[in-house]
């Protein structure tokens, strides 16, 4: 999962800090002084490996917000302060090559409309075959390509241009059930972006983890292609011209839990209009009848 090492910020900036265990510092934390509240006892804690910054007397803040009144930038000055204290995994090779990626998007052999099997698959998750292939653009292939046979295949558009795919199995006999674009085919890493971007043209959107998920709530709604969502991915969130306010609806499943919680915290550090939603009644987005993704979207969330 991305993490902000807040420790490595607060120390390079010469920010005075009181470790874990000291007077108002929690287990996992460090503690400074709040900026908002004229605080004189380290109320404000900042946790060591995540996007969670708040003071015991004033509550939670944007991390954002924060590192903005600590050095006494401006919050777009500060965006690009701790940029470099953002990471997906501390472990990262500093040595690795950069990779290279294609001119256009190679598409899997055998791919083309949809056949009775892939239009059978869908209309068994309840979704309207025609009306997917028409909205998102799907495909299928055939059995040509051995690695990509009888899949859904979703290509990924950015501004118009397709960069990346994802291929669902429809038979349920393959596995993994997705598959990604090879490496060497994509423009962009499909995990660099976000799937139903070109959709969503409001200025609220709903996270959601996978495609299928996407298809069922519809323009608005955008996929991060599995639970564990990257700091591009987020950033991409964060500096959309438009998207102002944002829903997350991860999985009611605990690793949806868990990653619909961080990205909820990510984006908080840059955002006010966040929310994290919960499924009820349903496992996941994808599983809900039509009737009641609509409402969720129109309705409730005005999308």
Not at 139 to 163: C, E, L, S, W
Not at 180 to 204: F, I, N, Q, W
Not at 275 to 293: H, I, K, Q, R, T
Request: net charge neutral; aromatic share 10%.
């Amino acid at each position: 999962m991305p993490i902000f090492d807040s420790e490595k910020f607060l120390n390079e900036y010469r920010i005075e800090t009181h470790p874990a265990g000291s007077k108002n510092v929690p287990s996992g934390c460090v503690g400074i002084c709040c900026p908002f509240c004229g605080d004189g006892s380290n109320h404000m804690h900042f946790r060591l490996k995540g996007f969670y910054v708040r003071c015991w007397r004033c509550g939670p803040h944007k991390l954002l917000s924060v590192v903005s009144r600590l050095l006494r930038v401006s919050e777009m000055e500060a965006r690009a302060i701790i940029a470099p204290f953002i990471s997906d995994s501390p472990a990262t090779p500093q040595s690795a090559q950069p990779r290279v990626f294609a001119s256009t998007v190679k598409l899997p052999g055998g791919t083309g409309v949809l056949m009775e099997i892939h239009q059978r698959y869908l209309l068994d998750r309840q979704f309207d075959p025609f009306k997917i292939e028409r909205e998102w653009g799907i495909k299928g292939t055939n059995h040509i390509d051995p690695y990509y046979k009888f899949r859904i295949v979703a290509p990924v558009y950015v501004n118009n241009q397709m960069v990346s795919y994802q291929a669902r199995d429809v038979t349920n006999m393959q596995a993994p059930p997705y598959r990604a674009c090879r490496p060497e085919d994509e423009v962009m890493s499909h995990k660099d972006v976000l799937y139903g971007t070109d959709l969503a043209r409001g200025t609220s959107i709903v996270v959601v983890e996978g495609i299928t998920d996407a298809w069922r709530l519809g323009s608005g709604a955008v996929a991060t292609f599995g639970v564990k969502w990257t700091v591009a991915q987020a950033m991409k969130i964060v500096q959309h011209p438009y998207w102002n306010r944002v829903f997350i609806l991860y999985d009611a499943d605990e690793a949806g839990q868990v990653g619909g919680v961080t990205l909820f915290h990510f984006l908080r550090g840059f955002m006010n209009n966040v929310e994290l939603l919960e499924l009820s009644e349903f496992s996941d987005p994808g599983s809900m009848p039509d009737v009641e993704a609509r409402y969720l979207m129109r309705k409730e969330l005005k999308i």
